[in-house]
C-alpha cells in the first residue's frame, strides 16, 4: 500500500468529481458544434454534477477538450496498431465503451471505486445503453497494490500489447501515489503498448493566473496535489516514449479556449505549463538500463 494514502472522505470526494466531468459532456454535447455526442452524460451527472459544473471556470473547457483529444488518440491508436485490450483506471462515469466505435474484439476494463461503478450501472441499464465492445468492470481501489491482481482475474493479457488511459485523476493523488500507479502499470505493459493522461505541472498550484482555480478544488475537498514537471523524463526512466502538448494548444485547435485564457500568441513554454499536460506514450521493446 501507498504510505501516504488517502481518507474514505478524500477518496468519496474524488469520486464526486465524476460527476461534474459528466455534466461538461452533457453540456458539449448539447452544442450544434459539438466536439462529441454523450447521450448518457446528462443523466449520469445528475444534479450533484449541474452543481459543480457551474463553479467551473471556463465551462468545462479543460474537460471537453482533453475528452476530445483522448477520443482521437484512443480510435486513431486503436485502428492503427491493433490493439484490442483497453484499460481506463479510475474510469468516472465515462461512457466511450458506448458511444465510440470498437472493432468487434476490442475489450475494455472499467476501473474504478465499487459504489461509482453500481451507480453507472444503473443508470445505464435503464437507459438501455448498449456497449460497441466486449466491456469488464472491475471493482478497485487503485491506491491499493492488490488491484492489478483483480485486473488479471478479469481477463486482462500481459502479455499481448494493451491501452491505458487516466483521464481526470493524477492530480489529486500524492506524489508516491503517482509513481507506484504508473510501475504498477508499466509492469503489466508489454512492448508497444499505449498509454495516455493529463497531468499538472507545479507551476499551476502557485500562479496567481491560476489561484481562483488552485482554491475552488482545495475548498471542495479535492486539492490538486500531484504534479509531474517533467512527464517525458518520468515516462523514459519506466520504459516509454511520450509525446507531450498541452490543453491550451489543443483548445485554440478545437476553438474551446481554457482556463486562465491566455492569448494564443503569448503560449510561451512557461506559460503552458499554467494549463494541463496531455501525454502519450509509448512503451518500448526494451526496459531502461538501471543506473
Not at 466491456?135 to 491499493?144: F, S, T
Not at 481526470?168 to 499505449?194: D, R
Request: hydrophobic share 40%.
Amino acid at each position: 500500500m501507498v504510505e501516504h494514502s488517502l481518507t474514505p472522505t478524500q477518496k468519496a470526494s474524488i469520486g464526486h468529481t465524476a460527476y461534474m466531468t459528466a455534466a461538461a459532456r452533457a453540456h458539449e454535447s448539447q452544442r450544434p458544434d459539438c466536439l462529441f455526442y454523450d447521450p448518457w452524460a446528462a443523466r449520469l451527472a445528475g444534479a450533484e454534477g449541474e452543481r459543480r459544473f457551474h463553479q467551473l471556470e471556463d465551462a468545462g473547457g479543460s474537460i471537453i477538450v482533453r475528452t476530445r483529444f483522448f477520443d482521437e488518440f484512443l480510435q486513431r491508436t486503436v485502428n492503427q496498431w491493433s490493439i484490442r485490450q483497453i484499460v481506463m483506471p479510475a474510469c468516472g462515469l465515462d461512457t466511450r465503451a458506448f458511444r465510440l466505435s470498437w472493432p468487434a474484439d476490442t475489450v475494455l476494463f472499467e476501473l474504478d471505486q465499487p459504489d461509482l461503478l453500481r451507480y453507472k450501472e444503473g443508470i445505464l441499464q435503464a437507459q438501455r445503453a448498449q456497449p460497441g465492445c466486449q466491456r469488464r468492470l472491475v471493482a478497485v481501489d487503485l491506491i491499493e497494490d492488490s488491484w492489478p491482481t483483480c485486473l488479471l482475474e478479469a481477463g486482462y493479457d500481459p502479455s499481448r500489447p494493451s491501452l491505458w488511459l487516466i483521464e481526470g485523476l493524477l492530480f489529486y493523488l500524492p506524489h508516491k501515489a503517482i509513481l507506484q500507479l504508473l510501475e504498477l502499470m508499466s509492469s503489466l505493459s508489454a512492448p508497444h503498448s499505449w498509454l495516455a493522461f493529463d497531468a499538472i505541472h507545479s507551476a499551476m498550484t502557485t500562479s496567481p493566473l491560476t489561484q481562483q482555480r488552485i482554491e475552488r478544488v482545495a475548498r471542495l475537498g479535492v486539492p490538486w496535489i500531484g504534479t509531474i514537471d517533467d512527464p517525458v523524463a518520468l515516462l523514459a526512466s519506466l520504459g516509454w516514449q511520450a509525446t507531450v502538448t498541452s490543453s491550451a494548444r489543443k483548445g485554440y485547435e478545437y476553438n474551446r479556449p481554457v482556463y486562465p485564457f491566455i492569448a494564443r500568441d503569448q503560449l510561451t513554454p512557461d506559460m503552458e505549463r499554467l494549463y494541463h499536460w496531455l501525454v502519450t506514450a509509448v512503451r518500448q521493446s526494451q526496459a531502461p538500463q538501471q543506473e
